[in-house]
């Protein structure tokens, strides 16, 4: 995992699921690339964090069409996008149809999404839960997601590591990944050559997908978890890389930024189960060391 920079810091003693998985997707953010992040959370957190740490050069531009904003923090968790303290400073304010346009281009270089769903080709479902449309759930639906994943060259997804989350078929495709996987499926329906599906980052793990067959395949997990847990975790098999990589532990220059300047409540980072590190180095959650 060549992408992955080297953790800035002191390794911390405790730090919560999704705590981890923002650092681990900002030390995945390049320098000098451009980033069209959805609104909510994590991706937003996570390129903002890289920006202090990794990537000072990155820029990003707002799910609903805000380029280059420089945020006044700490930022409010529930108004990250159409307000005027995340977006301060903006180079342009644009339309999310703009930018769809610009990425359409070949000009966006990435995309960092969340979703509901995903499935073994990366394909993304934030619409729909349950049998569509006989029954079940509508929830808030793609906004931007779906041009995000059609244009931007490469796409970061970011989601929990929950069985109910990794599906053998998504219950509704909002966002496309590689559809059905099969060769030149995304540009027999029409979306831009060599875009796609790039990496999944979760408390837990980061996956790719395979260059040829386009199944998702885990590459590396975090410290305190297994191989086995991860799988546990998940409703179809993915592949497994030769040499799976040891993800290194959030640091405590990490965690200030993001509890002090991003997410002050708690509201996103505090999700999940907590994790320490025991005596004898070791990490695991915190309710299995007592």
């Not at 320098?31 to 390129?47: E, F, N, Q, R």
């Not at 964090?49 to 990155?58: E, G, N, T, V, W």
């Not at 970061?156 to 109910?164: A, G, W, Y």
């Amino acid at each position: 995992m060549n992408e992955m920079k080297k953790a800035v810091g002191t390794p911390a003693t405790t730090f919560s699921e999704r705590e981890y998985e923002i650092c681990v997707a900002a030390r995945m953010i390049e320098d000098g690339k451009s980033y069209w992040v959805a609104i909510g959370g994590g991706p937003l957190y996570a390129v903002l964090l890289a920006q202090r740490l990794y990537a000072p050069s990155a820029m990003y531009v707002t799910e609903d069409g805000v380029i280059g904003p420089e945020p006044l923090l700490p930022l409010d968790p529930l108004v990250i996008g159409v307000a005027s303290r995340p977006n301060y400073r903006a180079l342009m304010w644009s339309t999310m149809n703009g930018l769809t346009e610009h990425a359409q281009l070949g000009h966006m270089d990435y995309g960092i999404l969340n979703s509901l769903q995903v499935d073994p080709y990366g394909n993304i479902n934030s619409t729909w839960v349950g049998a569509y449309p006989e029954e079940g759930r509508r929830m808030n639906g793609p906004g931007g997601a779906d041009a995000i994943a059609s244009a931007c060259w490469r796409v970061l997804l970011m989601v929990d590591q929950q069985k109910r989350k990794f599906v053998p078929e998504v219950d509704f495709i909002s966002s496309p990944g590689f559809l059905d996987g099969s060769p030149g499926a995304r540009e027999k329906a029409g979306l831009p050559r060599n875009t796609g599906p790039w990496r999944v980052a979760t408390p837990w793990a980061v996956f790719d997908h395979d260059e040829d067959s386009r199944h998702l395949r885990l590459i590396a997990r975090a410290p305190f978890v297994t191989v086995d847990q991860i799988l546990a975790e998940m409703d179809f098999r993915p592949l497994l890389a030769d040499e799976i990589e040891v993800l290194e532990p959030a640091t405590e220059e990490e965690l200030l930024i993001l509890r002090s300047e991003l997410d002050v409540t708690g509201q996103n980072t505090g999700v999940g189960r907590w994790v320490a590190q025991a005596e004898d180095g070791s990490w695991s959650f915190a309710e299995d060391n007592g």
